[in-house]
C-alpha cells in the first residue's frame, strides 16, 4: 500500500462551450444526437457490474417527438431490487477499505471522461430524452456533473485534513468511515448532473449504493453508468434498478441495513419517504441519513430603482430556461409599479421572440416539458387563468401536444398576491406576475415570505444598495440560495452550494463539503503515550 499524504489536482469549474454555428463541437453533438435518435437502444439494469435484463420493458420517447421510441428499459422484480441491495453489501467491505486516493481516482478519471470522449454523448441524450436544448444539456449534462465530480474529490481531502487537536501526552484523530450498511439514491429527470451526483459522491466517501434513477431520465442515466463502468468503479459498489418507484423503495426502506438516502425530486414524496423511515426506525441497525433537495416556488423581486431590462431579462431567463422545469427557476416576480411598464413591454418582446420546438434545431429556446401529466396540469393552470378575473394573460397561454408536449412560455398577471399560481408550484413554462405600489416595498417584501412554504431560490433587484440590504434581512429564511440583481438559477459548483429549507429540503448544500460530510460516520481515536497505572487521583491525597 502507498504511503503518504497526497495532493489531488485543484478543482476548477469546466468552461462551458458556446456551440456557435459551424463549430466543430456543435457539429459533434448534431451528429450524436441524429444517432441516437436513429436508433433504438436496449437499457439494462446494472446490478454487481452486470448488465441484467428482465424482458419486461418500457419504451423511451423523447417528449418533443413523443411516438417516436429511441429505446427500452428493463424492469426490476423486487428479487432484483434484493439482489443489488446484497450486492452491494457484499461490496462494502472492499470498498470502504480502498484508499480514498483511489476512490478519488477513479471519479476524477469519470470527470475527465465526460470531459472528452464522452461529452458529445452525454449532451446529446440529454437534449434528446430530456428536451434540453444545447446550451442548457452544456451546463448541466457536462459542465455541472464534471464539476461535481472534481469538487467533490477536492472536498473529501479537505475533510479528512480536519483533524482535532493533541498534546504531548496523547495523539487525537478523527477517521472518516463510510456509513454502516449501504445508500439510496433518487434522482429526478430535469438534471443529468444530479443523476450522476447523487450516488457518486455517496461512492466516493466509501458509501455502495442503491440508485433509482426517473424514469424519464434513464437515457442518459445509462450514459452516466458507462461513464462510472470506465472510470472503474468496482462492481457492486452503484447499482441501479429501474421500475415501480413504490416496490424499489419498500423493499430497500425495509431492509436494517438500510443507512442513508440521498433525494431529489418532489416534496410530498420526500416527506411519505421520511415518514416511512421514521415507521421503520425500530428494525435499522443505524440511524440513517436523509439528505432531500425538493420543490420550490422561487421569486424575483424588482425596486423601484432597479434596471427595467435587466429585470426583464431576470424574468425571461429565469422563468423560461429549460421551460421552467429547474427547482430554482423563476415561479413568481413582485414587480415596483413605477418601472412596471417598461419590464412589461420587454418581457413580451423576449417572450415573442423565443422560437420553440426540438432541440435538435439549435436556434430554439424552447422545447417539450417533459411527459404528458406534466403538460396536462399546467394546461389546467392556465385554462383557469383565462377564466378568472383576477388574472391575465399578457403574453403566451397556448399550448399543443399533438407531436410533443408543448407549452407556451406564459407570463400572467395578477392582482391578487395570493392567486393561485402565485403560491402552487407548477414547474414549467409559466411565471406569475404581482404588481405592487412603489411605497409598499417593505409589505411585498413580508409577503414575499408569507406566501410559500418553499425556501429555495430568490433574487432582488435594485440598485439602492438600502433596499437590497432589506431585502438580504427580511427574506433570509425563504430563499436558501438567494441572488442580487440576477436571475434565481444558474448556481454554479464550488461557487454557489445549492440547497434550500422549509419545504425545500434539508439545505445539506449539494456542491460542497457540507453535503460530503452528510456521508460519513466519523470515528474518534485517541492514543495515550504514557497510559496511568495507578487510580489515585491527587484530590483523594491525605
Known amino acids: ?91 462494502r467491505e472492499s470498498w470502504a477499505n480502498t484508499p480514498w486516493e483511489h476512490r478519488a481516482g477513479i471519479f476524477l478519471k469519470a470527470a475527465e471522461l465526460i470531459a472528452g470522449p464522452y461529452r458529445a454523448r452525454i449532451n446529446a441524450a440529454t437534449m434528446m430524452a430530456q428536451s434540453k436544448t444545447i446550451h442548457q444539456a452544456e451546463i448541466d449534462a457536462a459542465c ?14 479537505d475533510m479528512y485534513h480536519e483533524q482535532p487537536e493533541s498534546t504531548s501526552g496523547a495523539w ?138 435587466q429585470v426583464a431579462t431576470a424574468i425571461s431567463r429565469g422563468a423560461f430556461e429549460f421551460q421552467g422545469q ?40 424552447i422545447t417539450a416539458v417533459i411527459h404528458e401529466a406534466s403538460f396536462d396540469k399546467l394546461a389546467k393552470y392556465i385554462d383557469q387563468a383565462k377564466k378568472d378575473k383576477k388574472a391575465e394573460i399578457i403574453v403566451g397561454g397556448n399550448y399543443d401536444k399533438s407531436k410533443g408536449y408543448f407549452i407556451e412560455p406564459t407570463v400572467i398577471v395578477t392582482e391578487d398576491p395570493k392567486y393561485t399560481t402565485m403560491c402552487d408550484e407548477l414547474f414549467g413554462p409559466v411565471i406569475t406576475i404581482y404588481v405592487f405600489e412603489d411605497k409598499d416595498y417593505s409589505k411585498t417584501l413580508k409577503l414575499v415570505d408569507e406566501t410559500s412554504e418553499y425556501a429555495l431560490t430568490g433574487a432582488i433587484l435594485a440598485q439602492d444598495r438600502y433596499a437590497i440590504v432589506e431585502a438580504t434581512k427580511a427574506l433570509q429564511n425563504c430563499a436558501g440560495n438567494f441572488y442580487i440583481n440576477d436571475k434565481p438559477t444558474g448556481a454554479v459548483v464550488g461557487q454557489q452550494p445549492f440547497g434550500g429549507a422549509r419545504s425545500s429540503g434539508t439545505n445539506d448544500k449539494a456542491g460542497s463539503i457540507l453535503n460530503l460530510q452528510r456521508w460519513v460516520s466519523p470515528r474518534m481515536i485517541k492514543e495515550t503515550f504514557v497510559t496511568p497505572t495507578d487510580y489515585r487521583y491527587p484530590f483523594l491525597g491525605e
Request: a negative charge.
Open 1 to 91: 500500500m502507498g504511503k503518504g499524504f497526497f495532493n489531488v489536482p485543484i478543482a476548477v469549474n469546466e468552461p462551458v462551450r458556446a456551440y456557435e454555428p459551424g463549430c466543430e463541437h456543435r457539429e459533434a453533438i448534431s451528429k450524436a444526437y441524429q444517432e441516437m435518435y436513429s436508433s433504438v437502444l436496449d437499457v439494462p439494469m446494472y446490478i454487481n457490474g452486470k448488465d441484467v435484463k428482465t424482458g419486461d420493458t418500457k419504451p423511451m420517447s423523447p417528449p418533443h417527438d413523443h411516438q417516436h421510441v429511441v429505446g427500452h428499459y428493463h424492469l426490476a422484480k423486487k428479487s432484483h431490487v434484493e439482489e443489488a441491495i446484497s450486492t452491494a453489501l457484499e461490496a
Open 172 to 309: 487525537n484523530r478523527l477517521e472518516y468511515r463510510p456509513l454502516e450498511g449501504f445508500t439510496y439514491a433518487v434522482s429526478p429527470f430535469n438534471f443529468t448532473a444530479i443523476a450522476g451526483n447523487l450516488p457518486s459522491c455517496m461512492a466516493l466517501m466509501g458509501n455502495v449504493v442503491v440508485w433509482k434513477p426517473s424514469d424519464s431520465q434513464v437515457y442518459s442515466a445509462k450514459v452516466i453508468m458507462d461513464v462510472f463502468e470506465e472510470a472503474g468503479v468496482p462492481a457492486g459498489v452503484i447499482n441501479v434498478v429501474f421500475g415501480d418507484p413504490k416496490m424499489i423503495t419498500d423493499t430497500v426502506l425495509s431492509s436494517p441495513d438500510f443507512s442513508g438516502l440521498h433525494f431529489t425530486g418532489s416534496t410530498y414524496i420526500f416527506k411519505e419517504l421520511w415518514k416511512q423511515i421514521g415507521n421503520n426506525i425500530h428494525n435499522y441497525k443505524t440511524y440513517p441519513k436523509i439528505v432531500g433537495e425538493t420543490g420550490g416556488k422561487d421569486f424575483i423581486v424588482a425596486h423601484k430603482t432597479a434596471n427595467p431590462i
Open 326 to 365: 429547474k427547482c430554482s427557476a423563476a415561479s413568481r416576480a413582485y414587480i415596483s409599479k413605477s418601472i412596471w411598464s417598461e419590464v412589461k413591454a420587454q418581457v413580451i418582446e423576449d417572450v415573442k421572440s423565443f422560437k420553440m420546438g426540438s432541440p435538435a434545431d439549435m436556434e430554439n429556446f
Open 144 to 157: 455541472e456533473l464534471i464539476d461535481f465530480l472534481r469538487f467533490n474529490v477536492q472536498y473529501m481531502t
